[in-house]
C-alpha cells in the first residue's frame, strides 16, 4: 500500500500564496503519477495539477498560471505552489497518487487525507 500526507494548508489572505506538501511512502515503486486534487463542500472533486514520472505536468483550466505542480529530488515528493489565490480555490486539497494516471476522481489508487485550504475574501 501507498501512504500519502499532505501538509501546509491554512487560512490565506485573496491575492496570497500557500505552498502543499505531499509525501508519499510504503510501495511507491510503480507510482507513475502524483498531483492534487480538490473538493469544496457540494462539489465534485476535481483534479487541480497532475506530475508524471516524465516530466509532464497538466492543470485544470481554473488554476493555469496561478499554479505550479513540482517534483522533489525525490519521486515521492510533490508540490503545489499556489499564489494568485481567489476565494473560489478554498477546498480540501487531497494529494492522489496513481500507478497509470490522474483523470478521474474514482479511478485514483491512493489518497491522502486532505489539507483544507481556505481563502479569505
Known amino acids: 500500500q501507498v501512504q500519502l500526507v499532505e501538509s501546509g494548508g491554512g487560512l490565506v489572505q485573496a491575492g496570497g500564496s500557500l505552498r502543499l506538501s505531499c509525501a508519499a511512502s510504503?510501495?511507491?515503486?510503480?507510482?507513475?503519477?502524483m498531483g492534487w486534487y480538490r473538493q469544496a463542500p457540494g462539489k465534485q472533486r476535481e483534479l487541480v495539477a497532475a506530475i508524471y514520472d516524465d516530466g509532464h505536468t497538466n492543470y485544470a483550466d481554473s488554476v493555469k498560471g496561478r499554479f505550479i505542480i513540482s517534483r522533489g529530488n525525490a519521486k515521492n515528493v510533490v508540490y503545489l505552489e499556489m499564489s494568485s489565490l481567489k476565494p473560489e480555490d478554498t477546498a480540501d486539497y487531497y494529494c492522489?497518487?496513481?500507478?497509470?494516471?490522474?483523470?478521474?476522481?474514482?479511478?485514483?489508487?491512493?489518497w491522502g487525507k486532505g489539507t483544507l485550504v481556505t481563502v479569505s475574501s
Open positions: 492522489a497518487a496513481d500507478n497509470r494516471y490522474l483523470y478521474h476522481a474514482n479511478l485514483v489508487d491512493f
Open positions: 510504503g510501495n511507491i515503486s510503480r507510482i507513475n503519477a
